[in-house]
Each structure stands twice: as structure tokens, then as C-alpha cells.
């Protein structure tokens, strides 16, 4: 039970960030984790940079994000924000969960020197680190280690390093100067990077350093088991997001047609619409409102006017004197009874066919199935690694992390992978055992018992970051802008203030240290008459 029976924590004060929990000698303390914190894949303190903002206190409230991450103006831009889902201003309030990646990238925004310190360590181990990719996962991993003081090399197969995030995110929601800029913090910390390098091993890499990380993504787009899918004008999702990058306009003036419903599918229809394609529509086997995206990109489709045919399966594709001609049939379910993947049709629909110029296939993706072959893969092709640690079975220091075990992920999960697999380098490399250890609910003093604090957040409607009119969007102008000051601090003072310390044993000798050493005196130690 969360009480304040030996120690008073002022809610308004505490930013939820654990110095006295461990700081406790008595092990008395525990911390509240947050909901918002708790269902984030990096355990990012959100609600200590939203407190610290509420307070006025941004550039403070920089230094806490950057403790967590240095890539707060990537996520600030395309982390899917699993935190605002779990955000209880949305479920108790019921006026909108707080906008925390728009506070996130205000911050990065506003204070670019703290947001891009890069990763120095206090000393260097003499160890040798490679990372194999330098995706959302790949990048996290290096921040890690090199945090941790190990030379980090990192080995790209395209000629600039970045992955998906550089070579499959639209510039309009992720600038490649943006990403640049995180880049150079890590070359500033010390990381290494090698591009044009397809051909590195991690067999021979694990011979030349001390650990190495496979973070080589799922850069293969699937196709459609349809006739008809290899025809010419027939593209696949992520190779079109590439050209794209590259400078390429395969479809201006022609009518475009993407087959899926999720973030690829939308981001490469919004980009052929930006290139001013004749027409572009959508064709998914979800509902309207059950496609795979964000909210916010529900809200684009609306103001770009894009066209959703909702619920229909391409059966086949044809072509004739250079027109691509779709036959569809209507989607009745999508999942079959054991929850399984398993598209149901009506054989007997008799839809219109659809005609394009172009067919874009954003269908899903996977890894390379010809990649690292010495190593275990399942039955879709992706990697095997050990769960918790994710050692490479049979291996002695190579790891997996991000989409190349899971298959297609988030940005924010495939950073968190990418950091699980750095911690499994650290222990190796320090001759720690790997498994032990790594829940900090088991083991650092976290609870996942909270209480809302509604006296301290203020009342209204969820803010929301400047849009771009749609006709002044552009490829390369972000759709959206960062909150001013005053727009962060009004949102950030929406926050409930659900996570705190708390004392949890009532075992308190009234000691002092947690009371002392807390950065936001927001904690009193009752000290009883008689001790005074």
C-alpha cells in the first residue's frame, strides 16, 4: 500500500526518478512506477521530464530526458508512444492522455546541446565492440556500450548509416538532418561507422572483437502470393520508400495504388501523393478504423483526402498495353478462431476492378533469409536468440536484437532490444553472469502500484503539435512542428503525477539520505518527537 506514514513525498515536486530508493539503507523505500513509464519499451521516466516541465524547469527536465536516451528528437518524431496509450489522463479524465512525445520533442528541440550530448564514458574498458546494422536498434545498442566505455564499431551496408529510419521513413516525418544530428553525437562519443560494408560477417567480426551485436533489421519487403504480383509496375514498399530517399520519382503523374494497412503502406501513399501522382488509394484487408496506425495518421488521412478501400483482398493482378488491373474479393475476417493470421474471403464477391499505372506492396517485411547463415533462423526467417539475454545459440559473444529476431517492430522496441543486447555485452565483457538480474521490478526497487493525483494536473483538452496545412506539405517539410514553451509547460501540467517513492517496509531509522539527496527536495522524512 502506497502510504507517507514515516515519509511525505510532495507529489507536485517528485519527478518519480528512484535516488531514494537507492539511496535507502533500510531497503524501507520503493518506487511507483507510472503507467506511462511502465509500458514503455525503454522505461523512459516520462512523467520526470513532463513534472519538470510543469515546473518551468525545461531545460532540467532536457537533462532528465537525456539520461534515458539520446535519441529524444528521433522518438520525439515516429515513436508510436505506447506510453499515451497506457496514460491514465486518457482512461480516468477521459479528456485525451497527455501528449508526451510532443513534450519529448519539444525538448529535444529546444535544447539541442543537452539532447545531443554525446555518450562519454568515465574511462575506456579496452574492449572491442561490432554492431551489424545500424538501424533504431543498432544505434541504441552503440549508445549503450559506448556509454559503458567499449570502442564501438559499426558496420552499415548502405552508403549512409541510419537503416530504416533513414532509408524507409519519410523525411516529412523524420529528417534525415535529424538524424544526422544523433549520429554525430555518437561519432562524438567515440562510435565508429562503417558504411558500404554488405559483406561483413559476424562469424569473422567475433574473431576480431570482443562481442558482436546483429542488428540487421527486416529489410525484405514480402510479396503478394497472387498472380500477377511480379508484373512490371509492381513495386515493393520499402524499395519504393528508397528511391524516394534517393531522389527518384517513379509516379508522378500516374495513378498509384498500395496494397496494406499499416505505417509503410500509408507513409508510401502520402509520398506518392507529395510527388504529385495522378490519383492514390489504398487497398486494405482491415475495417477503416482497424488499420494498424496511429491515430494521428488517421487524422492525415483525412487531410490529404486520401482514398481507403476498406476490406478488400487483391485475388490477382493483371496487365494489359501497360495498365495494371486489380481483381478483389471482400474480406470477411482476418483472423481465424485460435487467433492466427488467416484472411477470410467471400469467393462469391463480385467487386469492381481497381486500374493503376503503378502498385506499390506494403504487405509486411522480413529479414534477409540469406543472411548470416551460420546462424539458427525460425520458420520466418528471423534470427533465433536466447530470451532475456539474446545470445546467438551456440554462439560465445554474438548477440541479436531488433527486427531481425521479432520481425517488423516499432522504432522504440527496436531500440529497447537493441539495449537489452548491449546489456548482455556489458556482463560479458565485465565477466558478469548474463541472465541475472535484469527486471527492476525484481530487483531495483519498482512497483507497478501507482496513484493518480488529479489535485496537481491542470483541466482541458489535450494539446496538440502544430499541423502543416496540407496543400503547403512537401516531401521533404515535416507535417508537423514543435510546441512552443508555453504550449509544453500547459501540457506537461495536465500530467496526473502518478508514479512517486513510497514507503513500503516501515522500516525507516530516520537516517536522513533519502531526504537529503533528493535533487528535487520533495521528500520529508517524520522524524518522531522523541528521536528529535
Known amino acids: 500500500m502506497i502510504t507517507d506514514a514515516n515519509i511525505r513525498v510532495d507529489r507536485k515536486q517528485c519527478i518519480a526518478c528512484g535516488q531514494c530508493v537507492d539511496r535507502c539503507i ?8 507510472a503507467p506511462c513509464r511502465q509500458a514503455c519499451p525503454l522505461q523512459t521516466n516520462c512523467q520526470g521530464y513532463i513534472r519538470l516541465t510543469a515546473q518551468g524547469k525545461a531545460e532540467e527536465a532536457a537533462a532528465e530526458l537525456r539520461k534515458h536516451t539520446l535519441f529524444g528528437r528521433i522518438l520525439g518524431r515516429v515513436c508510436t508512444h505506447p506510453c499515451e496509450s497506457a496514460c491514465t489522463r486518457a482512461t480516468e479524465v477521459g479528456d485525451g492522455a497527455v501528449h508526451i512525445r510532443a513534450i519529448k520533442r519539444f525538448l529535444a528541440d529546444s535544447y539541442p546541446e543537452i539532447a545531443d550530448a554525446p555518450p562519454l564514458a568515465a574511462r575506456a574498458s579496452g574492449k572491442k565492440a561490432a554492431i551489424i546494422g545500424s538501424g533504431p536498434a543498432g544505434l541504441e545498442a552503440a549508445a549503450h556500450l559506448a556509454e559503458a566505455g567499449h570502442q564501438v564499431t559499426v558496420f552499415e551496408r548502405d ?43 559476424a562469424e569473422t567480426l567475433s574473431k576480431e572483437y570482443d562481442a558482436v551485436i546483429i542488428a ?24 519504393f520508400l528508397r528511391a524516394v530517399h534517393l531522389g527518384q520519382n517513379p ?15 500509408l507513409d508510401a501513399a502520402m509520398s506518392a501523393k507529395k510527388m504529385q501522382a495522378a490519383s492514390v488509394a489504398v487497398v486494405c484487408l482491415e475495417a477503416f478504423r482497424d488499420m494498424p496506425v496511429s491515430a494521428d495518421k488517421f487524422i492525415e488521412i483525412a487531410e490529404e483526402n486520401l482514398t481507403v478501400h476498406e476490406r478488400m483482398a487483391v485475388s490477382a493482378i493483371a496487365r494489359a498495353d501497360g495498365i495494371l488491373k486489380l481483381s478483389l474479393k471482400r474480406c470477411l475476417s482476418l483472423f481465424d478462431a485460435a487467433g492466427r493470421f488467416a484472411p477470410e474471403l467471400d469467393e462469391a464477391s463480385a467487386l469492381p476492378d481497381l486500374e493503376a499505372d503503378i502498385v506499390i506492396l506494403a504487405v509486411g517485411q522480413r529479414p534477409e533469409k540469406t543472411a548470416f547463415t551460420a546462424l539458427q533462423h525460425n520458420e520466418r526467417g528471423g534470427l533465433i536468440a536466447e530470451k532475456g539475454t539474446q545470445l546467438a545459440p551456440g554462439m560465445n559473444n554474438i548477440f541479436i536484437a531488433g527486427d ?8 522504440v522496441e527496436a531500440m529497447a532490444s537493441g539495449r537489452e543486447a548491449a546489456v548482455s555485452v556489458c556482463r560479458l565483457l565485465a565477466g558478469e553472469p548474463l541472465e541475472s538480474e535484469r527486471d527492476p521490478y ?23 503539435e502544430p499541423r502543416i496545412p496540407a496543400p503547403a506539405r512537401s516531401l521533404e517539410k515535416e507535417n508537423l512542428t514543435t510546441f512552443s514553451a508555453e504550449q509544453a509547460q500547459h501540457e506537461a501540467e495536465r500530467c ?27 521528500l520529508d522524512v517524520r522524524i518522531p518527537y522523541l528521536a528529535r
Open 159 to 201: 552508403a549512409q548509416p541510419g537503416g530504416t529510419l533513414r532509408y524507409g521513413v519519410p523525411s516529412f516525418r523524420l529528417p534525415g538532418a535529424e538524424l544526422d544530428k544523433s549520429i554525430a553525437s555518437l561519432e562524438k562519443g567515440g562510435v565508429t561507422f562503417i558504411c558500404n560494408s554488405a559483406q561483413a560477417s
Open 216 to 239: 540487421g533489421g527486416a529489410p525484405e519487403s514480402l510479396g503478394l502470393a497472387v498472380p500477377g504480383a511480379d508484373l512490371p509496375g509492381v513495386v515493393r514498399g520499402l524499395e
Open 251 to 265: 509516379v508522378a503523374q500516374k495513378r498509384v495504388l498500395v496494397i496494406g494497412g499499416g505505417g509503410t503502406a
Open 26 to 33: 533500510m531497503d524501507n523505500l520503493r518506487l511507483s512506477i
Open 496 to 522: 496526473l503525477s502518478c508514479g512517486r517513492s513510497y514507503e513500503a517496509k516501515h522500516t525507516c531509522w530516520f537516517c536522513l539520505p533519502c531526504e537529503i539527496e533528493c535533487p528535487q527536495k520533495a
Open 404 to 411: 531481425c529476431i521479432s520481425g517488423p517492430s516499432t522504432v
Open 442 to 464: 525484481a530487483v531495483g526497487g519498482w512497483s507497478r502500484e501507482y496513484q493518480t493525483c488529479p489535485q496537481n494536473a491542470q483541466n482541458g483538452p489535450r494539446g496538440e
